[in-house]
């Protein structure tokens, strides 16, 4: 038999070696942190050398705001994570008693330590002491004449309308409305929502990752934008549901301390211009009539976009406010008077707080720095919408690999501790995401159902849509009490 060429074999040693070499050098990159958790990291020989420990799990994003690294930081001054901001030291998975002043909140006994399940989702839990959703009840009441406003504020878990859209349809099929609501100036990646198309120029965006401390131009949604010369932000409707295709009024809230003049283009061309005089106070303009379409070009110094409402005089209507890496620990330096001088326009009778998941990790089991700052935050969201009634989303489920197979991150079930600890604090109502969505492995579930990315944590769109299912189910039984 012919022996194999030498030049022959040395090819194939080389291609074997080439092949490796660039597995080995893929299997080191960070995929998670450069594509945003789209895709996992991997090793070459994990499943030959399985880690002997839990893998270690940092955050959702890889784009974190100061404010948690500044408490992470301080909560873990002891080396173990498990010391408060002062170096008082805690015992694991333990809720401690803090130092922030509960006599002005009730704490109704027997506490709820589970969620209560319900027919096809699990129960709203009363922090309130008081009647369950009273002020949004009598709001939906009201929706024939009035505009329900009801705000989302979360991290990339809600990205992109992907739970909210879902549940603004359900509640505007029920009592009327449309439109989506909420635009900021610009968005990073504006073709990840499928309710409306958004382009603009011109804006330098602020938010809650690059905002000094100083700054107290901190709304409800944790951004804004500052314009420059002609600067632009265009909104086009889509028919992804119903009443996303068009909506009835357009209205730009914003701070002017130059004059100049705004105009606001529709779908059919029309233009109308409002001239602007400074004011050290919000101001708002609108531009009544149905359109599918709306140009807001702005020719005033240093116009701070506050935000753009698409929606409608009467029903319901859904503000999604995302920040992606949002931690929730912000929502303490909204400034409160800012947010009740915009009230004006947009006022909230229902506020749905969703953060957490960027605040989970596998080391941490005992939460209570997080919660006590949230407590904190959670109140002084109180005071800037006093008429609104909170829901606190428990995290949802979190898948991460343990040798080949995926399982709950363990430490999930702390968060949920702490978080329903934060309601019962602070006097609000709390809803078990994980718990609704099945428990322990539901991201498995999910994740096998095509309702997770492939990073077992964020929801697709058909998974915002099933989630948004079972919170109605919630809510509803709720209002049904």
């Keep these: 038999m012919p022996s194999l060429n030498n030049s022959t074999s040395r090819h194939i040693l080389a291609l074997v070696g080439l092949s490796l070499s660039i597995l080995l050098c893929l299997s080191v990159l960070p995929w998670s942190r450069l594509t945003n958790n789209a895709l996992k990291d991997f090793n070459l020989f994990e499943d030959l050398f399985p880690p002997k420990t839990a893998p270690t799990v940092t955050t959702a994003s890889s784009i974190v705001d100061p404010e948690l690294e500044e408490l992470m930081a301080q909560a873990g001054a002891s080396g173990d994570g498990t010391t408060l901001p002062g170096g008082a030291p805690l015992a694991a998975d333990t809720i401690a008693t803090d130092s922030v002043a509960t006599d002005s909140v009730c704490q109704p006994e027997p506490e709820i330590e589970t969620a209560k399940a319900i027919e096809g989702s699990v129960a709203i839990e009363n922090y309130t002491g008081g009647e369950m959703l009273a002020h949004y009840r009598q709001a939906l009441t009201e929706a024939k004449e009035r505009t329900v406003r009801v705000a989302v504020i979360g991290d990339s878990y809600i990205e992109g309308d992907i739970f909210c859209s879902h549940l603004r349809d359900i509640l505007q099929q029920r009592y009327g409305g449309s439109g989506v609501g909420f635009m900021p100036a610009h968005c990073e990646f504006p073709g990840f929502r499928q309710t409306v198309a958004q382009s603009s120029n011109g ?7 690059n905002m000094s401390r100083k700054d107290t131009l901190r709304t409800l949604s944790s951004d804004y934008g500052i314009g420059q010369s002609n600067a632009f932000s265009m909104f086009e409707g889509r028919k992804k549901f119903p009443t996303t295709k068009s909506w009835d009024r357009t209205t ?9 003049s705004i105009n606001i283009t529709d779908a059919s061309g029309l233009a109308q211009t409002f001239e602007v005089t400074p004011s050290d106070y919000p101001q708002a303009i609108s531009l009544e009539g149905t359109t599918t379409k709306a140009r807001i070009s702005c020719s005033v110094p240093g116009i701070v976009a506050l935000g753009t ?11 999604c406010m995302s920040i992606r890496g949002n931690s929730g620990l912000g929502t303490s330096r909204i400034n409160a008077g800012l947010c009740r001088r915009i009230a004006q326009w947009a006022d909230y009778d229902l506020i749905i707080v969703e953060f957490g998941m960027n605040v989970l990790s596998a080391e941490q089991t005992d939460y209570t720095p997080y919660m006590i ?3 904190a935050g959670i109140r002084h969201l109180q005071v800037c919408y006093p008429d609104a009634d909170i829901i606190i ?3 949802g489920d979190r898948g991460v690999k343990a040798g080949t197979a995926i399982e709950s991150l363990p430490t999930i079930e702390a968060m949920t501790k702490a978080q329903r600890e934060t309601a019962r604090r602070a006097g609000v109502h709390f809803w078990d995401t994980r718990a609704a969505m099945g428990g322990d492995k539901a991201a498995v579930d999910w994740r096998k159902r095509k309702l997770l990315n492939a990073d077992y944590i964020h929801l697709n769109h058909d998974g915002g849509g ?11 039984h709720a209002l049904e009490e």
């Excluded at 730009?252 to 100049?260: I, P």
């Excluded at 409402?309 to 503000?319: C, E, I, M, R």
Aim: overall charge negative; hydrophobic content about 50%.
């Design 203 to 209: 804006w330098e965006m602020h938010d809650i990752r």
């Design 252 to 260: 730009f809230v914003f701070l002017a301390k130059q004059s100049g």
């Design 309 to 319: 409402y698409l929606d409608a005089a009467k029903g319901v209507q859904l503000d």
């Design 373 to 375: 700052n949230m407590t």
């Design 393 to 395: 989303m428990g995290v």
């Design 466 to 476: 099933e989630l948004a299912n079972i919170f109605d189910k919630a809510l509803t």
